[in-house]
C-alpha cells in the first residue's frame, strides 16, 4: 500500500485503486507531511492538525489541532517532533499513551522586519545530536 499526500488530503493506493480517507478525525486541507515511525504508524501533517493512522484506526492529534503541520521527523523509535507553520515545534513521546508537549515557550518570531510575526517553520534534522529547524 502507498500514501499520497494531496492538495484535497490523504489518500492510499492499494495496487488496483486510489482511495480518500475521509474519516472525521483527519483533519482537513492539504497534506504537507507524512512519516511512518518505528511502530509502522502513519503520522499525517495538514493544513489543519495532525493525524496518527495505526491499523486503520485514525486519531486527530488534539494539541496541534489548527496549526499547520510542514514537517514530522523521529529521531529515535517513540519520539516524534514536528514542526508548525506558526512557529512551533512539539515534541509527541509515542510509548505508552502519547504525551505531546511545546519545545517552546512561544513561537519563533521572524527577524525580518517586512514580515513580521511567527517565523515559519518547514523543516527538521537532527545533526551531531542537536536539533536543526528551516
Known sequence: MMWFGTEAGL???DGRRMQTITDTQMPQGRVLSLLTDASGALWVGTDNGAAHILNGRVDAIKEVQGQTINAIIEPEAGRLL???E???VYECHTNGPFQIKQL??????SAD????????LTSLTIANSKLLVG
Open 113 to 120: 522586519r517586512d514580515h513580521p510575526g511567527a517565523l515559519p
Open 11 to 13: 489518500a492510499r493506493f
Open 82 to 84: 514536528l514542526a508548525s
Open 86 to 88: 506558526q512557529g512551533m
Open 104 to 109: 517552546l515557550d512561544k513561537p519563533l518570531e
